[in-house]
Each structure stands twice: as C-alpha cells, then as structure tokens.
DNA sequence: TATTTTTTGTACCTATAGTTCAAGAATTGG
DNA sequence: CCAATTCTTGAACTATAGGTACAAAAAATA
C-alpha cells in the first residue's frame, strides 16, 4: 500500500556510483547528485538517508560487479598466463580509454578515505581480499596444468597480482600514455 | 624593506604538506591550515595565494623528499636484491607504523583528483619518473654485478618495481596487517 | 470513495568553504 | 622621525554544503 517511488533506487545507485567515482567522496555534493540521479532533494534524502549511506551503497555495488567481471575474465579458456596477460591488458585499456579517467573507484577510495572512513575501508578490504583469491585460483591452476612452476607460492603471488592490479589502476589515473602500463604487463607476466 | 614575516614559509609548506597528507585535498579546509601553521586567514592568502597554489608547493616539496630518499635508501652498500628488500620492508614498515595511515601523498593525489588537476598530475608523474628511474638504476646495477639475469627488460623491471611501490603504498591505507604486504615483498624479490 | 501511506518539490536552516579587505604594526631609506 | 613598504590580524562576504521540515499530491487497499 501506500504510493510506490516513481524512481528505481538500482538505478539511482548506479548512477550515484558513476558520480562518486568521477569526483571523489568529498568531491561530490548533493547537488552533483540530485543532478545525476534526476530526482529532488527530498526523495533522495528520504530514500538513502544520508551521502554516506548512498556511498556505501555504490561503492558495496561496485564491488559486487567489479568482483564478478574479473573472475569471469579470469575464466575464460586459454593458457593461464595468456588469460592473465589478457585480463590485464583489458584492464588498462579500459581505464586508458575512459575520457574521464575515473581508474577505480575501490582504489580511489582507498586512497581518499583511507581508514578514516572505516566502514568504507571494509568495503574495499573485502574486494581486495577477493581479488587476491581470483589471482590465486588462477595461479593454482596454472600449477595444476604444468604452466607455472609448483614450488612458487601461489598465495604470495595472487598479491603480487592484486597489488599490480592495483597499482596499475592507480598509475591510470594520471597515466600520459600506455607505455608505463605495457611495460608493467610484459614483466610482471615474464617472471611468472 | 617592509614588514618582515613573522612566520617561516618553508616550516608553513611542511606542516601544510601534513595536513594534505593526513586529509586529502578536498578534505582540508582553510581552517584546519590556518590551525596547523599557526598563522592568520590572512596571511595565509597573502603568502600563498590560494589553497591550490598551498597544495602545489606541497605536492612538490613531498616529490623532491621523498625522491632523495628513496635514491638515498637504494644506494646504500650490499647486495642488489637485499638492498631492494630492504627499501620495500623499510616502506612497508613506515606506512603500517604510521597512526593516521597517511600512505604516500603522491599516491593519494593521483587517486584524488586523477587528470581533473593536471598541474597536480604533472608533478606525480615526474614522481613516477624519477622512482622508476631509480629502480632501472638499481636493477642495471645489479645486471652488471651479475645477480639479476641479464637477459630481462630492466626498463620493464624498474616500471614493475615502481608499481609495486605504488600499490603497496595504497593497500597500505587501508591494510589490517602487514601479512599481504610482506607476500608482495616476497613474491616480487622472488621474481627477479 | 475514504483512508492510508508514501512520494515529491520547495523552502528553509546552520555551518563552513574559500577568499577579500581594512586597519594597524613592523621594518628600512632618507 | 617621516614616508614608503610589506606584513599581520581578524572581521566580513558570498556561495554552497549537507540536511530537515513541510504541505500538497499520488497511488494503493478496503
């Protein structure tokens, strides 16, 4: 009973996700939002209670999609190392070719909010954990199949892996050209 | 002639690059710099200019610090691969030790305001530059004494090593423990 | 149709951002 | 010691942040 919203709140969310992640948490002001999501104050306020709370909304959404994408990527047939190397190719494509630069939003919050902003902090530790786990199973994999040789130590590697990812993602952010990223690529996948 | 300022412009750059380092740029406010150097409102502007113009002279004293270190830090005696370990651990170790977590300022900049300040930009990626530099440096050097196979792309090493940096410095701001920290410290040593 | 529940937009509010400015204080040159 | 100059303090100012409070209106149920 009772009037149904005029708006859909997944939608709404999403769009705040693409706002936070061009501007930054600070950066995005309620208007920014009330702008993008095309809804008034009111219902923004009465329906996400908060900018945090719509925060962590995105950001919980963000990584429920970013987590899939990569272990869908991850799975696809081939070689171990020519998935990875494509995985990690698509990446810095995609984060090069985005005209806003927006790298990624776990990342940058990482590095905006720090833990300053604990819940927000958790949020991204959980994508990095997952992350780290798709590495590893990959890297396992490549074990199994005689690719990677069995004496390394597959954990340590799915880190090695999350924080280059990482790392890379960043560098895009105020990247000039591919060249730095490539070079990255070719080494990382040569001293596996 | 005139009156002399009552302040040190270089102490005030510090201890404003502490406040942006602690709180981001959009995070600071010209109160919390006007509290931190201990200075007027007015002084403030008539010295600086502006918060941004404050920002930059941060953002460059941070570079040409933490640059000299770093090349200090990769030039001491020993082996090449010790001597890496040793940097990366003493990194690690700083970045965790620190209670407000404050990471790299370069790193966070990047992540904060991307290509959308490009003069900020600008100045992390001649940060990038010069840290990949140092790396190159530090991997030929090692090629040469012949404790690095000589057959690897150094540029392609050092451009890895500056990532991994990069990205150590970022999980760092939100990390719990040193343990995923010290499995990319472990598994990039053991790469080379 | 009456009732109920929720939505929506507008108006409003307080605090602060980021900056400017006026008036006075300290210095040096003449 | 006066003038010129440069600094300092702190009030003042405009715009917006971030959020609340309404009153009107719309849709669902019975």
New interface residues.
């Given amino acids: 009973m009772g009037r149904p919203k005029q708006f859909d709140p997944d939608v709404a969310v999403d769009r705040a996700m693409d706002v936070f992640w061009r501007k ?1 948490y ?2 995005t002001t309620p208007q920014d939002l009330v702008d993008a999501l095309g809804i008034g104050k009111g219902s923004l306020y009465n329906t996400f209670g908060s900018k945090h709370a719509l925060f962590e909304a995105a950001l919980s959404r963000y990584r429920d999609s970013q987590a899939a994408a990569l272990i869908e990527l991850l799975g696809e047939p081939g070689p171990t190392k020519d998935r990875l190397r494509g995985a990690l190719r698509l990446l810095a494509e995609m984060d090069l070719a985005d005209p806003d ?3 990624c939003l776990a ?2 919050t ?3 909010l ?2 300053a902003d604990e819940s927000a ?1 958790q949020l ?2 959980r994508m ?1 954990d997952r992350t ?1 786990d798709a590495f590893r199973a990959l890297i396992e994999e490549g074990q199994r199949a005689g690719e990677i040789a069995a004496d ?2 597959a ?6 892996l ?7 993602r ?2 895009a ?4 050209g591919p060249e ?1 990223l490539d ?2 690529i ?3 996948i ?3």
Same sequence: chains 1, 2.
């Fill in positions: 930054g600070a950066g630069r927006r790298g990342v940058n990482a590095a905006e720090g833990r902090a991204v530790r990095l780290e390394r130590d954990h340590a590697i799915g880190s090695l999350l924080n280059t990812v990482v790392g890379m960043l560098i952010r105020v990247a000039d730095r070079r990255v070719d080494a990382v040569d001293s596996l």
